[in-house]
């Protein structure tokens, strides 16, 4: 997994450098197929099967701009502007072990509100990645992403939510980035891997899909924020496998 981990880890880099105003979201995909296909990894993404949406996927990236919240598709008609701000997430697997991660990235110039999105999304995360520890529970990591993105004045995408992951892209448990009292809450033990992905709306947490069955947006139209990474559970604390 820490292989695969840090494939993702170089193809977003990679990526993340690329995004500049005139870009398509297409011209990310097309990089990204290259990538995968010069490491001999398969895209985790592309042909999976996604019951909310009734078919499989076609993409190896999802790449959602502005109020997209998830799920938006490589388009070459989707050109990115200044100001806009577009999340890219993409999962790889090597030797049947899965990695997966996301970012996201202002294109030119974005307001210091969208800038604000930006640090709190990316922070909520970095917070529970501390938690991620032995003898923990996963509502400590729900919690912490919950209590810093509803205390900095946004809310929290409930629709969508993180997951274990391993020999398969998504695995139990479900790691929402909320506490769901209706959910278990296990202890967490050495050798589990969760990936942790707050979705975090500027505006109301509302949100919808549009009729091409993928792209969930924010209802209000408000920016919409998406990091994630892969943490594994060690007797050392935390082992970030999706980054150096
Ligand atoms: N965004 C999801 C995740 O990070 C995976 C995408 S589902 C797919 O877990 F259908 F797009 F592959
Ligand atoms: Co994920």
Known sequence: M?????????????LGDMVEVGISTWDLEVAAVRMM?????????????VPAAGERYRFVLCTS????????MPNPKKIL????????D????????????????????VTEQV???????????????????EGNRLFDICSTVEDHVVGNGFSIVREYVGHGIGTQLHEEPQVPNYVDRRNENPRLREGMVLAIEPM??????????????????????SYSAHFEHCIAVTA????????P
């Open 81 to 88: 502007k200044s100001g806009d701000i577009v999340s890219i």
């Open 37 to 49: 296909d010069d490491a001999g990894a398969k895209p985790a993404f592309k042909g999976y099967y």
């Open 65 to 72: 701009i502005n109020e997209e919240i998830v799920h938006g």
């Open 2 to 14: 820490r292989k695969s981990g840090l494939l993702v880890h170089q193809i977003l880099h990679t």
């Open 200 to 221: 975090v709306n500027a505006g109301k947490p509302d949100a919808r899909v549009l009729k091409d069955k993928w792209t969930a947006v924010a209802k209000d139209g």
């Open 115 to 133: 800038k604000r999105l930006l640090k709190v999304t990316e922070a909520s995360l970095e917070l529970a990645i501390d938690k991620v520890r």
């Open 90 to 109: 993409t999962g790889v697997s090597l030797n049947g072990y899965f990695g997966d991660s996301a970012l996201t990235v202002p294109v030119g110039e």
């Open 236 to 243: 050392n604390g935390p082992w970030v496998l999706t980054r």
